[in-house]
């Protein structure tokens, strides 16, 4: 059965760095998320995206965070310059169609900015 | 409950037991769907309700749909120790998002 894949697991990085979190969609799929979930919350939406363009975006999701879909297979999300409390699960999820469909999900990036 | 809370937001039981889990929420939705979370672990969808539909079954779970009370519940039948998790409801409203609850964790003891 097709899923979503993220990669890498893990990343622990520095205050202050950049980082790139990298998701492969289903393959047929054409709405792409991210979510994250800090350690203990509930899971927030942070964009959506279609078209190669943002829908819809949370207001996490500030100037520090930009998505990009740099080739007909990958979907990122780059935090500029990581803060502590980015440190959390990043969730990408993608979806065949609109708002009825199904969401399915990867297994998620856990981000340690130290 | 959940969009919101859930309730339970623990639920232990028995191996062999059910399960029942319920969520709430605030705005009208498009379609409402449950999910499962091993520890630390990603995100399992378990079954998605459109908002015209009342009830659905896929193996051993059953979940409602009750839109005049803006609320939604997950039962479990003949839980097995495996189904140790945390269960959230998410929902759809205008737009594509989902919007999630604080989930249940569910302990099944053998």
Known sequence: EPEVTQTPSHQVTQ????????????????????????????????????????????????????????DGSNFTLKIRSTKLEDSAMY???????????????????????? | SQQGEEDPQALSIQEGENATMNCSYKTSINNLQWYRQNSGRGLV??????????EKHSGRLRVTLDTSKKSSSLLITASRAADTASYFCASTGGGNKLTFGTGTQLKVEL
């Open chain 1, 15 to 70: 205050m202050g760095q950049e980082v790139i979190l990298r998701c492969v969609p289903i393959s047929n799929h054409l709405y792409f998320y991210w979510y994250r979930q800090i350690l203990g919350q509930k899971v927030e939406f942070l964009v959506s995206f279609y078209n190669n363009e943002i829908s819809e975006k949370s207001e996490i999701f500030d100037d520090q965070f930009s998505v990009e879909r740099p």
């Open chain 1, 91 to 114: 969730f990408c999820a993608s979806t065949q169609g609109a708002m009825r469909d199904t969401q399915y999900f990867g297994p998620g990036t856990r981000l340690t900015v130290l």
């Open chain 2, 45 to 54: 969808h378990l079954i998605l309700i459109r908002s015209n539909e009342r």
